[in-house]
C-alpha cells in the first residue's frame, strides 16, 4: 500500500512495519486471550441491572402513572 500511494520502496516498508506495530499494540490491549463472562453470568448481571433499576425509580413511576392517570380524568371532565 505504501509503495502504491508513495511510489518508494522505502516508504511501503516504514507504512507496513507502522501497520503492524498498530496491530500488535491493538491486540495487546484488548487482550482477546481473557476469557470473559459466560451467556449466563452476563443474562445474570443483565437481571440485576434491570431489578436495580426498577428499585431505584419505583416512587418515580409510581407517581408519573398517577399524574398521568389523573390528567386523562381532567381531560375527560372537560369535554363533557
Known amino acids: 500500500m505504501g509503495y502504491a500511494a508513495f511510489g518508494s520502496l522505502r516508504e ?6 507502522s501497520y503492524i506495530m ?8 484488548m487482550r482477546p486471550w ?3 463472562d ?6 445474570e448481571k443483565w ?3 434491570k431489578d436495580m433499576t426498577r428499585e431505584t425509580f419505583e416512587d418515580d413511576i409510581r407517581e408519573i402513572k398517577r399524574r398521568t392517570t389523573q390528567n386523562v ?3 375527560h371532565y372537560r369535554r363533557k
Open 38 to 43: 459466560t451467556q449466563a453470568q452476563h443474562d
Open 47 to 49: 437481571q440485576q441491572t
Open 22 to 29: 498498530t496491530t500488535t499494540v491493538e491486540i495487546a490491549i
Open 12 to 17: 511501503g516498508y516504514i507504512v507496513a512495519a
Open 34 to 36: 481473557l476469557p470473559g
Open 73 to 75: 380524568r381532567d381531560k
